[in-house]
């Protein structure tokens, strides 16, 4: 049984997508390309590209977040969101620290392209590959460092003896309980469209952190959902409304 969930509230959740809680006052990268994502080795033989950075150069960091998911209605993301779809992860490409869609620094988020199996809601339709973006990433230090205001440099430097903190290359930062995304992996997804100012770059959040982000298994009426609360397998129509 799905228990409601307090600890976060989704007012926040949208703020994520597009604006981080840092606020950095560092100047913005030069010319950031529609997939900024971090630099890898030059031959990886793998679609995830976090799959090239050695573990014992990541720094992990969980961060709680507030806001409100009301688990006792289990068609609350479904109505709040304009897509809902089926989509197979192909690629996970990398993280990001500043994002060309907002144009300012955000939260770390994972960034990729996926294709569309089944749609559920919303205008995409079938076969589309669409680049997404989510909460939570990895990227190297110097480029979370740059996404930080001047009051969260000062405490880590208080808290590293004013030394800026370079243990390891990379960090890896998400939000509390999330799960990761898996390249290869279906998944039904909570989706809302971005586009930049200037129209040019276009993709889909993915909204609602573990809730938003369900691994499917199965087709048609035999399809099942993952409940990541409780990590067992649920009807498809228990998360989306059917015809």
Sequence with gaps: ?????VSFMIAAMWLLAGVTSCAS???KPADPAPNQQVKQAETVSSNNAYASIPSGE???AVTEVEFIWDAKDPYYGYNRVPVVARVHIDSIDGGRAFSPISDQYVFPQTIGTMTVRDVYKGDVKP???LNYSRVGGTVTFDEYWSS?????RDKMLHLNNGHKPAAKKYIQEKVLDDVDIEAGKEYVVFLSPQSSKDGKLHEYFMDGFQF??????????????????????????SLVKLP
């Design 1 to 5: 049984m799905n228990k409601p969930k």
């Design 25 to 27: 006052d560092a100047p």
């Design 58 to 60: 990541i720094q992990h």
């Design 127 to 129: 076969g589309d590959q």
């Design 148 to 152: 930080l205001n001047q009051q969260q």
């Design 212 to 237: 938003g982000l369900r691994e499917a298994k199965g087709s048609g009426v035999e399809t099942t959902v993952l409940n990541n609360e409780t990590n067992t397998w649920e009807r498809l129509d």
